[in-house]
């Protein structure tokens, strides 16, 4: 996984260049702590999808958090290192 960092308003962005499929958010108003989310059209609308599409794409939807989660903490590594140096 690739990410870009860049620069807004004095905080450190990270955009996701390779894996769209997970969005990961930090919630001030819960004490900081992170949500994710992936996005996956599986059904039509107002249907539900099969066990077997569920099955079929679990593991993906799960990989892909936990390499959304990996970047994020490496890049909050880096980030607090740079705040840490004088």
């Given at each position: 996984m690739q990410?870009?960092?860049?620069?807004?308003?004095?905080?450190?962005?990270?955009i996701n260049?390779?894996?769209?499929?997970?969005?990961?958010?930090?919630?001030e108003d819960?004490?900081?702590?992170?949500?994710?989310?992936?996005?996956?059209?599986?059904?039509?609308?107002?249907?539900?999808?099969?066990?077997?599409?569920?099955?079929?794409?679990?593991?993906?939807?799960?990989?892909?958090?936990?390499?959304?989660?990996?970047?994020?903490?490496?890049?909050?590594?880096?980030?607090?290192?740079?705040?840490?140096?004088?």
């Open positions: 990410a870009v960092p860049r620069q807004r308003k004095g905080s450190k962005v990270v260049t390779k894996a769209k499929l997970t969005a990961l958010t930090v919630r819960a004490g900081g702590s992170v949500v994710a989310c992936v996005g996956l059209l599986l059904a039509a609308p107002d249907t539900s999808p099969s066990e077997a599409l569920l099955r079929g794409v679990i593991g993906r939807a799960m990989s892909s958090i936990e390499s959304a989660v990996k970047l994020f903490a490496d890049e909050l590594e880096k980030y607090s290192s740079d705040a840490a140096t004088p």
